[in-house]
């Protein structure tokens, strides 16, 4: 059999000329393919600019350690394609095997025949295939983009729909407003079927998934800070809704934008029938998530060996400017409890809001080093970073890769040993994690 890869490569030649968000192509493949969105198990569908992933890495933890199998669907991936489709097993899933993977991919080209077809439609329907054919007790669904018009949206009735948090990105598709990118992101609510509604960054935001919610007689309607709210106090998380207070330990995530998250998670998985499963597995859960590139110290692995001895190294592939923000506080917080020099190793897409990101950090980064997304026929030269970075307020150079970046530190007078913050690309953050030598399992 081909591999996946070839396979791939051969989707991308069916692709339209330009992206029409629409439903049309792949409800048509799946029908084709016998209507596999129509046999999974409960599903938790979940949408927003930030923190999805997060939330849906939160509630497989959780999940798990209460004895349940969660499939997942998440995207981008970091490293390899197999990332985003996990099979669901009890004591823990697994990323999917090459040979199925490549086995759902051609039945998959085959009823499509020759159509066209995105490539996130076409591998989406080969992941809603998988998940039919193998039982779980629950899909954990990530939408790829906005939410009305994406190609997970074909859960006629979802578990549970959820909208993290709302920020700015994407405006091609989306729309430039935060209320256009929220009623994309709304539509992901279905009549009857419970809403929860993390809290907000923008009021705006709130309104118009509050409205359309209400519109399409989506329900129980659950709103963050209103029907529930999780907060940290003495370095635990309290989290509280209607059903009574959980005191339970700190997500081990870090930054405290996941006591959000992890609040948001909690409230969805009781939403969708899970509340039962047990305080312990809300307390195992919690201290055991996983979630790769998203602000993750790296202590193991090549990389921490040619940073400046004894400094920090961290990774997060946040690339929009809401992300930024975040980013930007949970390093302040980490300087707070140590002070060391802040120093960013970025690179970016030239359809990100370079200056936007990079502002986020003016008068908390000591330094910028600049590097190109190696591969990317979209990222910005690293010159050109380095550029929009002294435009803004930060003092920067370039490098002509992660490790020359890295390396290129050890040759500077600290007056303490930094702290390395590698961000501003998924694309980046996948190529540390293969440089260090580990990549996610």
Same mark, same amino acid.
């Given at each position: 059999?081909?591999?996946?890869?070839?396979?791939?490569?051969?989707?991308?030649?069916?692709?339209?000329?330009?992206?029409?968000?629409?439903?049309?192509?792949?409800?048509?493949?799946?029908?084709?393919?016998?209507?596999?969105?129509?046999?999974?198990?409960?599903?938790?569908?979940?949408?927003?600019?930030?923190?999805?992933?997060?939330?849906?890495?939160?509630?497989?933890?959780?999940?798990?350690?209460?004895?349940?199998?969660?499939?997942?669907?998440?995207? %981008?991936?970091?490293?390899?394609?197999?990332?985003? &489709?996990? &099979?669901?097993?009890?004591?823990?899933?697994?990323?999917?095997?090459?040979?199925?993977?490549?086995?759902?991919?051609?039945?998959?080209?085959?009823?499509?025949?020759?159509?066209? &077809?995105?490539?996130?439609?076409?591998?989406?329907?080969?992941? *809603?295939?998988?998940?039919?054919?193998?039982?779980?007790?629950?899909?954990?669904?990530?939408?790829?983009?906005?939410?009305?018009?994406?190609?997970?949206?074909?859960?006629?009735?979802?578990? $549970?729909?959820?909208?993290? %948090?709302?920020?700015?990105?994407?405006?091609?598709?989306?729309?430039?407003?935060?209320?256009?990118?929220? /009623?994309?992101?709304? @539509?992901?609510?279905?009549?009857? $079927?419970?809403?929860?509604?993390? %809290?907000?960054?923008?009021?705006?935001?709130?309104?118009?998934? $509050?409205?359309?919610?209400?519109?399409? #007689?989506? /329900?129980?309607?659950?709103?963050?800070?209103?029907?529930?709210?999780?907060?940290?106090?003495?370095?635990?998380?309290?989290?509280?809704?209607?059903?009574?207070?959980?005191?339970?330990?700190?997500?081990?995530?870090?930054?405290?934008?996941?006591?959000?998250?992890?609040?948001?998670?909690?409230?969805?998985?009781?939403?969708? #029938?899970? #509340?039962?499963?047990?305080?312990?597995?809300?307390?195992?859960?919690?201290?055991?998530?996983?979630?790769?590139?998203?602000?993750?110290?790296?202590?193991?692995?090549?990389?921490?060996?040619?940073?400046?001895?004894?400094?920090?190294?961290? *990774?997060?592939? @946040?690339?929009?400017?809401?992300? #930024?923000?975040?980013?930007?506080?949970?390093?302040?917080?980490?300087?707070?409890?140590?002070?060391?020099?802040?120093?960013?190793?970025?690179?970016?897409?030239?359809?990100?809001?370079?200056? /936007?990101?990079?502002?986020?950090?003016?008068?908390?980064?000591?330094?910028?080093?600049?590097?190109?997304?190696?591969?990317?026929?979209?990222?910005? %030269?690293?010159?050109?970073?380095?550029? &929009?970075?002294?435009?803004?307020?930060?003092?920067?150079?370039?490098?002509?890769?992660?490790?020359?970046?890295?390396?290129?530190?050890?040759?500077?007078?600290?007056?303490?040993?930094?702290?390395?913050?590698? $961000?501003?690309?998924?694309?980046?953050?996948?190529?540390?994690?293969?440089?260090?030598?580990?990549?996610?399992?």
């Amino acid at each position: 059999m081909e591999s996946s890869d070839a396979l791939m490569a051969r989707f991308l030649a069916l692709h339209p000329r330009t992206i029409d968000l629409s439903l049309g192509r792949i409800e048509r493949l799946l029908a084709a393919l016998g209507h596999p969105e129509r046999r999974l198990p409960p599903v938790i569908h979940v949408a927003g600019t930030n923190g999805k992933g997060s939330t849906i890495a939160t509630m497989r933890a959780i999940l798990e350690a209460g004895g349940l199998s969660a499939h997942v669907y998440t995207s %981008p991936h970091l490293v390899r394609f197999h990332e985003r &489709i996990r &099979i669901g097993a009890v004591g823990g899933g697994r990323f999917v095997p090459e040979d199925r993977l490549a086995e759902a991919f051609a039945r998959c080209e085959a009823v499509n025949a020759g159509a066209p &077809i995105t490539v996130f439609e076409i591998t989406t329907a080969a992941a *809603l295939l998988l998940f039919s054919e193998a039982p779980a007790d629950v899909l954990l669904l990530e939408v790829g983009l906005g939410g009305r018009v994406d190609a997970t949206n074909v859960i006629d009735r979802p578990a $549970c729909a959820v909208v993290t %948090p709302i920020g700015r990105d994407h405006a091609e598709y989306l729309g430039d407003t935060v209320e256009a990118v929220a /009623g994309e992101k709304a @539509g992901i609510f279905k009549r009857g $079927c419970p809403a929860v509604i993390a %809290p907000q960054d923008y009021a705006q935001a709130d309104a118009v998934l $509050c409205a359309r919610a209400e519109a399409v #007689g989506a /329900g129980p309607i659950l709103v963050g800070n209103q029907d529930f709210s999780a907060h940290e106090e003495r370095g635990r998380l309290v989290y509280q809704d209607e059903d009574g207070l959980l005191d339970l330990p700190r997500p081990k995530l870090a930054g405290r934008h996941q006591i959000v998250n992890a609040g948001t998670a909690i409230a969805a998985l009781r939403a969708a #029938g899970f #509340g039962d499963i047990g305080t312990e597995a809300f307390e195992a859960g919690l201290t055991s998530i996983a979630w790769p590139g998203r602000l993750q110290r790296l202590r193991d692995g090549r990389l921490p060996g040619l940073v400046p001895p004894g400094s920090e190294l961290w *990774l997060d592939g @946040g690339h929009n400017i809401d992300g #930024g923000r975040i980013l930007a506080a949970a390093m302040a917080d980490l300087q707070e409890r140590g002070d060391a020099p802040l120093v960013l190793v970025s690179g970016l897409l030239g359809t990100k809001d370079a200056e /936007g990101f990079l502002a986020n950090f003016v008068g908390l980064a000591r330094f910028l080093v600049a590097v190109p997304l190696a591969g990317q026929m979209a990222g910005r %030269p690293a010159e050109e970073v380095a550029g &929009i970075a002294g435009r803004v307020g930060l003092n920067a150079a370039s490098a002509p890769s992660l490790e020359a970046a890295l390396v290129s530190l050890r040759d500077r007078a600290w007056e303490r040993p930094p702290r390395v913050l590698i $961000c501003g690309s998924l694309y980046l953050a996948g190529a540390a994690l293969t440089a260090n030598g580990t990549p996610p399992t």
